[in-house]
């Protein structure tokens, strides 16, 4: 068995206080489960063989041809690859029906999946890699080549190109349908996922088979409350775990299908909830806010439910939602640390411009600086527990930051009222949520310093209508280098071609100085008070 996950975590000490005993799902949780198992092996035997699973343009899979694809994957992982319990695999490709085949294989041959966007860079991928010492990869051909520039030293197999030697799958082909999954612990840990922080560095989250399990059993159950002939669509990668959650976990484990889009742009993601009449619809108020412009020519009126994270949901942007559709959206916060939504409400129990209450499973209080509880109606900073939790890969000064007195502190300022709702006031750190998208400031200031232009910058997000925030920089030039709009975009374009395109400054201010402590620390908070 490769130890490397057991290894990294930090030490049980510092863990979140973990909640098992608050519903009757989570108590009844064994100590020894494989989460593909739960959700795509008992599928089957529960009668779903024949039901659809996964719809994509073009393709259509059952509950039998995923479960099958699964298991001929987990054969190559153990009988060609080498892998062994414990062992990560990144995952690189849009969304679609192999992407989460290969998720399932990687689980059901004991190992841990790493999932990544396809906007990342080769930058990024090495420092997600090295981080998690990964040797082997799966990348959609058509992707593969920072894929490939990161790992040297690693095995790289491309899927999607079918007549290729090599691809994987060529080397599934003759393998058998059926697979014996790996007898897992409940606390053996079945994926890392990556999230940019106020570091610059993206940090590792660890999340066990139990916690696959957990966030199915808890949202989607009790808030969402999905049904078996229901059809998921939305437009988060599969990397972030609300996607994850929305497009893949949540209908099976209730028997529905997920529809995958490769690019889940508003007027794609319009479309085909059109298309393929889709029911419950998963993105970020930025792509609510664009398809209310889209309506005119789509006939979207089998969606019921529809579901709003990854950025606070704007009562300007529910209220136009509703007023077009009919629909209430489902506000939520959620963290790549906890994986998926703990605070919600749907229905009757919404209340516009709330994020919600504690979903249940969940418990949430508002502390101030020193940890003591404030009074409803004052501002402090949100600390949930609950099933899920943080637990950083090797990151003890982050584990300590996060985790305090048992309690995960997300970062995030709230407000809540009387009768329980917790209202959004702001991020407590330095990250930008733009369009969905967290970003981290330090980052993109760490990129735009390597261009020979740059003598120092600070980069802050700015508030924008359409998208929540943009990322905006404010840069000091070397001596020798002119402001103009001729540099602006160089360094735009920049960006976009060392880290993820999304992460780009769309505001560039030519500035003299940078405000900055007398020990020389950016005040980047000044610089969002000149935004304000």
């Given at each position: 068995?490769?130890?490397?996950?057991?290894?990294?975590?930090?030490?049980?000490?510092?863990?979140?206080?973990?909640?098992?005993?608050?519903?009757?799902?989570?108590?009844?949780?064994?100590?020894?489960?494989?989460?593909?198992?739960?959700?795509?092996?008992?599928?089957?035997?529960?009668?779903?063989?024949?039901?659809?699973?996964?719809?994509?343009?073009?393709?259509?899979?059952?509950?039998?041809?995923?479960?099958?694809?699964?298991?001929?994957?987990?054969?190559?992982?153990?009988?060609?690859?080498?892998?062994?319990?414990?062992?990560?695999?990144?995952?690189?490709?849009?969304?679609?029906?192999?992407?989460?085949?290969?998720?399932?294989?990687?689980?059901?041959?004991?190992?841990?999946?790493?999932?990544?966007?396809?906007?990342?860079?080769?930058?990024?991928?090495?420092?997600?890699?090295?981080?998690?010492?990964?040797?082997?990869?799966?990348?959609?051909?058509?992707?593969?080549?920072?894929?490939?520039?990161?790992?040297?030293?690693?095995?790289?197999?491309?899927?999607?190109?079918?007549?290729?030697?090599?691809?994987?799958?060529?080397?599934?082909?003759?393998?058998?349908?059926?697979?014996?999954?790996?007898?897992?612990?409940?606390?053996?840990?079945?994926?890392?996922?990556?999230?940019?922080?106020?570091?610059?560095?993206?940090?590792?989250?660890?999340?066990?088979?139990?916690?696959?399990?957990?966030?199915?059993?808890?949202?989607?159950?009790?808030?969402?409350?999905?049904?078996?002939?229901?059809?998921?669509?939305?437009?988060?990668?599969?990397?972030?775990?609300?996607?994850?959650?929305?497009?893949?976990?949540?209908?099976?484990?209730?028997?529905?299908?997920?529809?995958?889009?490769?690019?889940?742009?508003?007027?794609?993601?319009?479309?085909?909830?059109?298309?393929?009449?889709?029911?419950?619809?998963?993105?970020?108020?930025?792509?609510?806010?664009?398809?209310?412009?889209?309506?005119?020519?789509?006939?979207?009126?089998?969606?019921?439910?529809c579901v709003s994270a990854g950025e606070t949901l704007p009562r300007p942007t529910f209220d136009a939602w509703h007023q077009k559709t009919g629909i209430r959206i489902i506000d939520g916060i959620g963290s790549t640390e906890m994986l998926h939504i703990f605070i919600s409400a749907s229905g009757d129990d919404i209340r516009p411009g709330a994020t919600g209450r504690p979903v249940p499973g969940y418990e949430a209080k508002l502390i101030d600086a020193d940890g003591g509880e404030v009074p409803d109606g004052e501002i402090g900073r949100l600390a949930v527990r609950g099933p899920t939790g943080c637990r950083y890969l090797d990151n003890l000064e982050r584990q300590r930051a996060y985790v305090q007195d048992g309690w995960n502190v997300t970062g995030d300022s709230y407000r809540r009222d009387a009768d329980g709702y917790y209202w959004y006031q702001a991020r407590t750190d330095d990250m930008i949520i733009s369009s969905g998208y967290n970003i981290s400031g330090p980052e993109v200031e760490s990129i735009l310093l390597l261009h020979a232009a740059v003598q120092e910058c600070g980069v802050v997000g700015a508030p924008d209508s359409e998208r929540g925030q943009i990322v905006k920089a404010f840069v000091v030039l070397k001596p020798g280098f002119a402001a103009s709009a001729e540099l602006t975009k160089e360094l735009q374009d920049f960006v976009k071609a060392e880290i993820a395109p999304y992460k780009y400054p769309r505001a560039v201010v030519f500035t003299d100085a940078l405000p900055r402590t007398d020990t020389g620390k950016l005040q980047r908070f000044r610089l969002r008070q000149e935004n304000a």
């Open positions: 068995m490769d130890r490397f996950c057991r290894e990294s975590l930090p030490p049980r000490e510092l863990w979140p206080v973990m909640r098992y005993d608050t519903l009757p799902e989570l108590a009844a949780y064994p100590e020894r489960m494989n989460c593909a198992t739960e959700l795509l092996d008992r599928a089957v035997e529960r009668g779903w063989g024949d039901r659809t699973a996964l719809i994509a343009p073009g393709a259509r899979w059952t509950y039998r041809d995923l479960l099958e694809t699964a298991n001929r994957i987990a054969h190559v992982l153990v009988e060609d690859l080498g892998l062994v319990p414990g062992g990560r695999v990144l995952l690189r490709g849009p969304n679609n029906p192999m992407l989460v085949a290969c998720w399932f294989a990687v689980l059901k041959a004991g190992g841990v999946v790493v999932c990544t966007m396809p906007l990342l860079r080769t930058r990024e991928l090495v420092f997600t890699a090295e981080k998690a010492r990964i040797g082997l990869a799966f990348t959609d051909t058509r992707f593969a080549a920072d894929c490939e520039a990161a790992m040297p030293a690693g095995r790289v197999v491309h899927y999607g190109a079918p007549e290729t030697a090599g691809s994987l799958e060529q080397l599934m082909a003759g393998k058998p349908a059926a697979f014996a999954n790996v007898d897992t612990a409940a606390e053996d840990t079945a994926l890392i996922a990556f999230t940019s922080g106020t570091t610059g560095q993206g940090k590792g989250t660890m999340h066990f088979h139990r916690d696959v399990l957990a966030i199915c059993d808890c949202f989607p159950k009790y808030v969402l409350r999905p049904r078996a002939d229901d059809v998921f669509i939305g437009s988060p990668p599969l990397a972030f775990t609300f996607g994850l959650g929305g497009l893949v976990l949540f209908p099976l484990r209730v028997g529905a299908a997920g529809v995958l889009l490769e690019q889940g742009t508003p007027p794609n993601l319009t479309k085909g909830i059109e298309e393929f009449r889709a029911t419950v619809c998963f993105t970020a108020p930025t792509a609510y806010r664009a398809m209310c412009g889209l309506l005119a020519n789509h006939d979207i009126s089998s969606l019921r439910e």
